[in-house]
């Protein structure tokens, strides 16, 4: 396997053994993950990973509302009219959230109560727009799940590492259990934004030069 | 007949939707039996009374008096069975904060001088910044603050009445300052009439 498996050559995909769901299911996760790649929805990044398990709870809200969205918006791919697509995606995502919020709020109220705006902000969050718009509108709905669940699993994993580090280093805590011993004290500007900025810069700059990114030269 | 269709086809998604919806809201509202436990519970562990999961509401009434006032429902704590302090008011009160209703408990000690805490029930306010208000250290610092002749959230907390404000979140400290005085307010003329009444 070499770098040069991308999306752009589809058929070459297409003909490997792993099959087409794979690549597609890796191109999300990792070629084209969601924070790293694309750099969509960092402003929810940001905010959410202070602490790993308000960003565990955050991207599999999202990775759900990607996949459900992924699916009805790709069965109906066929019946939105073109011109007002957009309002179409607008209503079925924001249903989606707003059902999403509730049940958070019955049975996560801890985590609904940290969360806040965010969850009700899943709406304007530009992943699931962007796929909607990019994917699910013009595949079939078995490879747009898929496409979902790698960009929503490609969501969780920056999130979480991003939010471990995060909370090991200003809270000296995973998961809420304490595990840096008493005497180092936490460094309190990693739980709060402009922490996140450092680290999730230096986080882009770590994984692009994993993944051998290269910027275009256009 | 083009732009017919494409009402056509968005008055039939608003209708699911709208539906959809609906449902949710009914089995939220259902569901909404929890939000009183969920009350008595929080205002428990502002007392840090024990209780038993499953007997939440008789460990509170045990402690506790509900209490009607006008549109207010206060709870006043017993002296009985080991109350640390009796004749405490707390009650729930809500205002507009930056960008969302901050719904907060308050607990008022037995001479209205002083607060014995302050929980955030609900919030949306910026994640990171206003949003703060939920952190646990921050609702612990109301703690005993007096409440005479107001609450101010300040930078630098020096006096009494004073407690630090968020930095980064100068709106949503002003109006849960403001939120919090109101409902002062609200409880003084409450007892006040009340008071007069007998």
Redesign the interface.
Known sequence: MSDNVQLKTPKKGYRLLSGKSWMVFKEGLWHNNPIFGMMLGLCSTLAVTNLMSNALVMSLSVTIVLIVNSIIISSLRNFIPDRIRMIAYMLIISTLVIAIDMVLKIFLPDISKALGAYVALIITNCIIMGRAEAYASNNSIGISSVDALGVGLGYTFSLMIIATFRELVGFGSLFGYQVLPEPLSPMKIFSIPPGAFFTLGVFILIINTIRGHKEDDA | M?EV??VL??LA??TI?TL??TG??L??DK?SA?FNL?LYAEIMDLYSIEYQEDEIEETFSTNFTVMVLGDSTYYISDSEPDNEHPGSIVFKTAGPGL??IIEILLAVDSEMESLIGMR?L????????G?RI?EPDFQESFSGADIRPNLSIVKFATLSNEVDAISGATKTSTSLETIINKAILGLDMAFQDQGSNE
């Open positions: 083009k269709k494409m086809f968005l998604l608003f939707c959809v919806l949710a809201q089995a939220y569901a929890i969920r960008w969302s955030v609900s919030q949306a306010e910026t994640p990171g910044l949003g939920s």
